[in-house]
């Protein structure tokens, strides 16, 4: 495979890799890495770096469209991106002395779980939360509304603090894993925070890119981003994330979270295979 061939396989495999990130609120990353791993033979850390390039990308260009549309919870992505910008620069730190094997079955684990919580029944509407819990809740505003087929709906954001120390390790797994924190982004204010699965995605989007930021200045400097291999990616990922972002806002959050799913479980078993079978 020569250089041309091999930049326009990434590039139409980092567009679709885009599209699903928006549309799922992982930011491409979860596939970006184990594609070109797996498929490519590109080196674990400097696909990392690539993928932290990617998802800043993908989240600038889904970011837009959701907020303007009233999906994106602000005040909740200022709260939390606190947790995941020191979190993604002690995975960064760390990753940089892990084995590549061991990164891909970190990697996979973390899929498989995600995959998993994201199709448990949802919790019971109406948790009760602590009279502090309430008080930051209250004095941060992080509370919003978001449209729906029904006109705009409002809803309660629960355990705040449990939420912030889920989105530091979710941070710690965006610099390790190079994943931009997506899944566990979600997974966190879908289930533990009660934030509908839509509102979820879009702040996770508008989250991400800072949580990358953060943690691909380490990558930098320690020589793992590769402008060749960064370049197609970055230009196949934001024309998909725009892609993406557009249909979000008609599809329906059951078919999106199975989506989540069969895609999680897919590339946690293909780098399963290729961190204990094949050569990363």
Do not use: H
């Amino acid at each position: 495979m020569n250089i041309l061939e091999f930049t326009l396989l990434v590039w139409i495999c980092s567009f679709v890799a885009g599209f699903i990130g928006a549309i799922t609120g992982l930011g491409g990353g979860v596939v970006i890495v184990p594609l070109l791993t797996s498929v490519f033979g590109v080196d674990i850390r400097y696909a990392i770096g690539a993928s932290l390039v990617s998802v800043i990308a993908t989240s600038c260009a889904a970011a837009s469209p959701y907020i303007s549309r009233g999906f994106t919870n602000l005040r909740l992505a200022m709260f939390l991106e606190v947790a995941t910008t020191i979190g993604a620069i002690v995975g960064a730190l760390i990753a940089t002395f892990v084995s590549v094997k061991a990164l891909g079955i970190v990697l996979a684990i973390v899929l498989l779980y995600s995959g998993y919580l994201s199709q448990q029944p949802q919790p019971e509407d109406g948790k009760i939360a602590s009279a502090s819990q309430n008080y930051l809740v209250n004095l941060l505003k992080l509370n919003g509304t978001y449209p729906t087929s029904d006109g705009v709906t409002s809803y309660q954001v629960q355990s705040p603090l449990f939420g912030f120390i889920l989105m530091w390790i979710a941070g710690i797994s965006s610099g390790l894993l190079g994943i931009g924190s997506g899944a566990f982004n979600v997974l966190s204010m879908d289930r533990v925070m009660g934030i509908p699965f839509k509102v979820a995605t879009t702040t996770s989007n508008f989250t991400i890119g800072v949580t990358a930021t953060a943690s691909v200045g380490v990558y930098l400097a320690r020589g793992y981003i590769d402008p060749g291999l960064s370049m197609p990616v970055i230009l196949g990922v934001l024309p998909g994330a725009f892609l993406g972002a557009g249909i979000l806002m008609g599809a329906k959050t059951k078919i999106l979270k199975i989506i989540f799913s069969i895609l999680l479980v897919l590339m946690a078993l293909k780098m399963i295979y290729t961190s204990l079978i094949g050569a990363v």
